[in-house]
């Protein structure tokens, strides 16, 4: 077991500064562990937080440095509803280059916003219950586990209809499932159906053959489609991501006539999530939809980082910082793999994935018994110092068999931090293999 720990990149002080004190509705599952650190510490370490999509090792030093070239007026309201004009050019050509699409001479537009991708999500949703859809049923047809969704579009009014993906299949979408789905909403309502090629938290990058197949069961049934790509340029080194924007380009045409908008999720891209920075496509009247939304919200600010970022997407430098975060969570996921049969997981256990900085294990055995195994799980892990997530939002409505459930691993903080988490974890294993041999 190791004493110490250089694959933290927190410690008691940084902790402090982040956390504060519990003053309020306190979101993170997370920080009472954390805030015990700050007080007692723990005989393991400092805290491996492995459990949000974050390293808090800082932006890149070459982005950082780009802040102070910014013009003075970067510091004012931004006039522009599609963000600061330079960055909005950089973001074409950036998604022209992802998507080998000529976005430039394409109907489509493109945008920035201040306030990150859970905003433009909720912003166009906003727009398809009160203006695009307004007085209509609205059904929200989404897969489970995945991310948070449904906290986006059931304040809306979205009823939840989700496809359930099963461990037993690996979580990997059934077609046929899928379609009865799509066609269990009345053709009297409406829906927005949601496409997260790049999985999260699974981690497996769909095929394209399947998402031209549920673009083309949503456009058959009238629907509005949002394509999440946080991840979408996040896979492991060797890993060409699969695309539903080419996939609904190819169904659909050039200018396609259903609703639908792409989120980019630039923090997760270029490793400044802090800095809350969005970009979107879409159609025209998605996009002008959308934007009402978001100035009936707040102006467009944050002018210095859209320039920073303007000068820093498509550079070499940003190219080579992320093939680097690519090696490194492509390392870290080898790592994970390698270990986490110390856990007394098997094959049927982890879905390795290879297509976002996560990875997806079951409980490990000693826990299946308990009536709430992951909580019981991440809170004994919690006590090495060790930070996991549940598989989000929930193992219910997965099919599983009662008290089984799975957790998910950021991958992000490199082979060491896994390593060295896993090591942590694994005692808790044999103290029950004594306990059971003692009995």
């Given at each position: ?19 504060g ?13 954390l ?8 005989r ?6 492995l ?5 808090w ?10 802040l102070?070239?910014a013009?003075?007026y ?7 509803p599609s ?13 022209s ?7 430039a001479s ?15 999500m ?41 496809i359930?993906l099963?461990?037993r ?24 159906v ?7 938290p699974?981690?497996?990058n ?10 083309r069961?949503?456009?058959?049934a ?10 979408h ?5 060797g890993t ?5 924007l ?8 050039a ?13 997760k ?6 800095w ?7 159609g025209?009247?998605?996009v002008?939809g959308l ?6 919200r ?19 430098a ?9 090696d ?8 994970a793999t ?14 390795a994935g ?12 000693p826990?299946?018994?308990e009536?709430?195994?992951t ?7 919690a006590?090495?110092?060790v930070s ?7 193992a219910?409505g ?9 957790v ?19 005692p ?12």
């Open positions: 077991m190791l004493n110490s720990s250089s694959s933290s990149p927190l410690d008691a002080g940084s902790l402090a500064d982040l956390l004190g519990c003053d309020g509705f306190d979101p993170c599952p997370d920080n009472a562990a805030r015990n650190y700050i007080e007692g510490g723990c393991e370490g400092p805290p491996i937080p459990a949000l999509g974050e390293t090792r800082g932006a890149p030093a070459g982005l950082v440095a780009l102070s070239e013009p003075a970067s510091d004012g309201y931004l006039l522009a963000g600061l004009p330079e960055l909005q050019r950089a973001i074409v050509a950036w998604l280059d992802e998507y080998r699409l000529p976005l394409s109907p489509l537009r493109a945008g920035a916003s201040p306030t990150g991708t859970r905003s433009l909720h912003a166009f949703g906003a727009w398809l219950a009160s203006e695009c859809w307004r007085g209509e049923r609205l059904h929200l047809t989404s897969f489970t586990p995945s991310w948070d969704y449904r906290g986006v579009f059931t304040p809306l009014g979205f009823v939840p209809n989700p359930a099963s461990p299949d690996g979580f990997a979408p059934d077609l046929r499932q899928i379609e009865a789905a799509i066609a269990s909403v009345p053709r009297s309502a409406r829906q927005l949601v496409l997260n090629p790049q999985h999260n699974t981690a497996l769909w095929p394209d053959d399947l998402l031209r197949s549920i673009v069961l949503a456009s058959e009238g629907a509005a489609l949002l394509i999440d790509d946080a991840y340029g996040l896979t492991d080194s060409t991501p699969s695309s539903a080419n996939a609904l380009l190819e169904t659909c045409g200018e396609p006539s259903l609703p639908f908008l792409l989120v980019r999720s630039l923090g891209q270029f490793g400044c999530n802090g809350s920075v969005g970009a979107y496509l879409g025209e009247e998605s002008l934007q009402r939304q978001l100035a009936a707040s102006l467009n600010v944050g002018g210095r980082v859209q320039w920073a970022l303007s000068r820093w997407i498509g550079s070499e940003a190219a080579a910082d992320i093939k680097a975060r690519r490194i969570q492509s390392s870290a996921r080898r790592a390698d270990m986490l049969p110390a856990l007394g997981l098997g094959p049927e256990d982890v879905v290879d297509a976002t900085p996560f990875l997806a294990f079951r409980v490990p055995p826990f299946r018994g009536p709430r195994p909580a019981s799980f991440l809170a004994a892990a006590e090495r110092g996991l997530s549940p598989l989000l939002p929930s219910s997965l099919g599983m068999e009662q008290g089984d459930s799975w998910r691993m950021y991958l992000g903080l490199g082979a060491d931090a896994v390593a060295e988490a896993i090591e942590r974890v694994e808790i294993l044999a103290q029950d293999r004594r306990r059971r041999h003692a009995g």
